[in-house]
């Protein structure tokens, strides 16, 4: 018997009994078989999606397709695979970022949590058949079956990635998987969201067979009929049943517990929730029975969902990234059309860390690189550069010696323009001076195609600008990468005035092909990252030259939820460049200039002190070659600590985040009122990506969006009357505060 199982998608929360004949048939989720040996295969199938997923829809499918099974004295066991490349790819993320309603939400987890246990105990055997990826909850519905078998699929990948966007596994993930491979096994999958491939989930024990690709349905089949005859009972609900391992009671779960919540708050400092419910659950949930752990999970897992720093989080890395990676800004509707450019050879001006790094990345993608530089022995050490990098990938066995070769293969060193001719496209990565950077561009467009495009890799010069040295400033646009530019995943796409949507279109053509992720910006000095990621590093600068104590001003970084702190950062990107920077837009503006506490600090640094930062081994900190770097001691007397009568400094923790934090906000905010930015999200999967602002915020503008806007403008209106107009709403935000607008949907 074969039944393509369909249902509407009427109102009532799932899983309802029954299918009424009435219902109008709009979604095909399953097909149904029923073979002569009584196997019922639920094969999934979602319709217009390359990959199944789960919602609503097909989880009512699933629910109602398995419980005529169960009913159907004809049926013997229950097959569940899939007729895409992979098992299933998780929850619908669109969904959860629409649950708003936490009594709906919890109730249909709830609801989910009671079928589940169902299926488990119905008397029937049950087997997943995976032929592929199967992640979230896709992985968590394969555990609700009695056994499981997976294809030796080398892409396939199983794991919990729900925490790296503010959630946890909330169908059961939390409670099934430790009790089938322990708390020590499970604690890193469920709070970390690593996938592993077939062969180390079978090691672990959360599959039970792994079988050549095409059999892993007969095998599964196999089981229903054979060893599965009988031995419908999941571990768990086995008279006897104990923790692999222990559980978070016996001595050993103790030490696991109490070393994994000591770890997660030296990583995270308590910004992330997900992780820490993830604890709870492994806690509270183990200690108990797994009905009880279930209604455990589905409460902590509510309170995610429905919260804001999971909708940010999802928001930012997967829709705003999505959406990013699909090219949506790659200009449409052309009077000429741009078909996707093909790269074969592109040039890279430049064989320093950034300009190897590019090379690499280019590489990587099967394209070949011309790396030229002032000399042959420069140009050499930049594939060197990527020799070095490649071959602790070969030590990690990530990679082989032979694809190491081929890789290298592809990367040209030169010191002679007449090797770019081929090139389709140039990128520069020279000195920070307009004269260098002039220079060649010049004589980089007297050997390459008319049609070829020329990129800069600036950082902060005007794209504009430095267009003005070419004859084809249509062909002119920037490309800035961020450091290491072989491991860091954003690239900032900067159109100038003179820009053409043609040279646009093939530029973000090139950064798909390299796997990099593309915003696009319009032209301004120091762009959208350069220009917002500076303020960062200024406000800790600003915070020192007023007298907080260096120590607390980085630790304050940390604590916001920043990599690394302003002064530390600083030093890593050079306090020299902060100097030099600074130095060259006064030049560039004159009396409209305004001088910054930034400007005075890096100046004493620099051209007092010659503190120039790490690469001189002195900056705000000290990198001595026999241990760890460490503050300065001299800073104290540069920049004398202002503390109260107790000794204590005069601002607290608390205000030093907020100032960090909201300084970013405003002028990102102040890059969309200038049209610098085309859209909030770019803003906020550009600070992720680029300087590592803070995912848990969900960018600067998703912050200002988790604050509420008019208590945005309250925060902003008490520290500009404090510390100036660098805080200063823009006009933007009071507006929108105003009408009761938002930079999102609710």
């Excluded at 989720?29 to 019922?40: E, Q």
């Excluded at 800790?540 to 702190?565: F, H, R, S, T, W």
């Excluded at 520290?719 to 949907?745: D, T, V």
Aim: charged share 20%; with cysteine; proline share 6%.
């Amino acid at each position: 018997m074969t039944v393509a199982i369909v249902t509407a998608i009427p109102p009532a929360p799932f899983p309802r009994k029954g299918v009424t004949k009435s219902e109008k048939l709009e979604y095909t989720m399953l097909n149904y078989t029923v073979d002569a040996a009584g196997i019922a295969t639920l094969e999934w199938d979602y319709p217009g999606k390359s990959q199944n997923i789960l919602n609503e829809a097909s989880l009512r499918t699933f629910v109602e397709t398995s419980r005529m099974a169960l009913a159907d004295p004809s049926v013997k066991g229950l097959l569940v695979c899939s007729a895409k490349k992979d098992f299933i790819a998780g929850g619908d993320l669109e969904m959860l970022l629409g649950a708003t309603d936490v009594k709906a939400f919890h109730a249909s987890i709830v609801n989910w949590n009671l079928f589940t246990r169902e299926l488990e105990k119905g008397g029937k055997p049950v087997a997943a058949a995976l032929c592929g990826t199967a992640l979230g909850g896709g992985l968590e519905l394969a555990l609700c079956c009695h056994y499981r078998v997976a294809a030796d699929n080398p892409k396939a990948r199983f794991g919990f990635p729900e925490v790296t966007l503010g959630l946890l596994p909330g169908a059961g993930g939390t409670q099934r998987t430790p009790r089938l491979v322990g708390m020590m096994a499970a604690a890193p999958l469920l709070t970390e969201g690593k996938r592993i491939k077939a062969a180390e989930a079978l090691k672990l024990g959360l599959i039970h067979a792994v079988v050549a690709p095409g059999e892993e349905r007969a095998a599964a089949k196999a089981w229903l009929l054979g060893d599965g005859q009988g031995n419908a009972l999941q571990p768990w609900d086995r008279k006897g049943f104990k923790i692999p391992g222990g559980g978070p009671n016996t001595p050993a779960g103790m030490q696991m517990l109490m070393a994994g919540n000591a770890m997660l708050r030296e990583k995270t400092y308590d910004n992330y929730l997900a992780p820490k419910h993830i604890l709870s659950c492994l806690y509270e949930g183990l200690s108990t029975d797994l009905d009880t752990g279930l209604a455990i999970e589905a409460r902590y897992f509510t309170h995610l969902a429905t919260g804001a720093q999971a909708k940010a989080m999802i928001r930012s890395l997967f829709f705003g990234m999505q959406e990013a990676n699909k090219l949506a800004s790659r200009p449409a509707n052309l009077a000429n059309p741009v078909p996707p450019q093909k790269y074969s050879k592109i040039g890279m001006l430049g064989a320093g860390m950034m300009g190897a790094g590019i090379a690499m990345s280019t590489a990587a993608a099967g394209i070949d690189v011309v790396l030229l530089d002032t000399a042959q022995e420069a140009a050499d050490k930049g594939k060197d550069y990527a020799r070095k990098q490649w071959t602790k990938q070969v030590q990690k066995g990530r990679m082989t010696p032979e694809a190491m070769e081929g890789l290298l293969g592809r990367i040209h060193p030169t010191a002679s323009y007449a090797d770019l001719a081929a090139c389709e496209l140039v990128i520069e990565a020279v000195f920070e001076k307009r004269e260098i950077k002039a220079d060649v561009t010049r004589k980089t467009e007297a050997v390459i195609a008319a049609d070829a495009i020329f990129a800069s890799n600036t950082s902060t010069l005007p794209i504009t600008g430095l267009a003005e040295a070419s004859v084809r400033p249509a062909n002119f646009i920037g490309l800035h990468f961020f450091s290491p530019a072989e491991k860091m995943p954003l690239v900032e796409i900067i159109v100038g005035k003179a820009t053409s949507d043609a040279t646009l279109a093939r530029a973000m053509d090139y950064v798909r092909a390299i796997g990099k992720t593309p915003i696009v910006v319009n032209d301004s000095r120091g762009f959208y990252t350069s220009r917002v990621f500076g303020t960062y590093v200024s406000e800790g600068m600003a915070l020192l030259e007023e007298g907080v104590p260096p120590a607390l001003i980085d630790k304050a970084g940390l604590i916001a939820g920043m990599p690394v702190g302003p002064l530390a950062l600083a030093d890593e990107v050079s306090i020299e460049l902060v100097h030099k920077i600074a130095q060259q837009t006064r030049a560039d503006l004159g009396a409209a200039y305004v001088e910054r506490a930034a400007d005075r600090v890096a100046a004493k640094m620099v051209a007092e002190l010659g503190r120039l930062g790490r690469k001189s081994g002195a900056g705000f900190y000290d990198y001595p070659a026999d241990g760890p770097k460490h503050l300065w001691s001299g800073l104290a007397e540069q920049f004398p600590l202002r503390v109260g009568a107790d000794g204590t400094a005069t601002i607290s923790l608390d205000e030093i985040i907020e100032r960090l934090i909201l300084v970013q906000s405003v002028e990102t905010l102040r890059c969309l009122e200038e049209k610098v930015l085309r859209a909030a999200i770019d803003a906020d999967v550009g600070a992720i990506l680029g300087w590592g602002y803070p995912p848990f915020r969900g960018g600067p503008i998703g912050w200002l969006h988790m604050l509420g806007l008019p208590q945005a403008v309250t925060a902003l209106d008490r520290l500009a009357a404090q510390y100036g107009p660098r805080f200063a709403a823009p006009k933007l935000l009071r507006e929108m505060a105003a009408r009761g607008e938002r930079f999102y949907p609710a």
